[in-house]
Nanobody, 118 residues
Framework: QVQLVESGGGLVQAGGSLTLSCAGS????????MGWYRQAPGQQRDLVATITSGGTTNYADSVKGRFTISRDITKNTVYLQMNNLKPEDTAVYYC????????????WGQGTQVAVSS
């Protein structure tokens, strides 16, 4: 059974940094991209960043230059280094990856809360 478990969220002041981790268990499809998404209260879930198996990254415009996504394929783990955090980064952050059996839209973790105070 595929499981994704996020960690590393918390409360931080504006300008601070956090690093999120997402560890996958079960059969993770390493050839697929892994990604981070976030959802603020009353808002839809939006893409933050993705990374392919070859290391190609994609970022939302709002986080470019501040966030860095990376992955350790051997550990089925994806990371999100977040620097210069802003209050508008406050949200629940979710990890996404696909596994076996594959699902449309992939599997999701339970989320980790990030709160940035001004």
């Amino acid at each position: 059974q595929v499981q994704l478990v996020e960690s590393g969220g918390g409360l931080v002041q504006a300008g601070g940094s956090l690093t999120l981790s997402c560890a996958g268990s079960g059969i993770i499809l390493r050839g697929n991209a892994m990604g981070w998404y976030r959802q603020a209260p009353g808002q839809q879930r939006d893409l933050v960043a993705t990374i392919t198996s070859g290391g190609t990254t994609n970022y939302a415009d709002s986080v470019k230059g501040r966030f860095t996504i990376s992955r350790d394929i051997t550990k089925n783990t994806v990371y999100l280094q977040m620097n210069n955090l802003k209050p508008e980064d406050t949200a629940v952050y979710y990890c996404n990856a696909n596994g076996w059996p594959p699902k449309l839209g992939g599997y999701w973790g339970q989320g980790t809360q990030v709160a940035v105070s001004s």
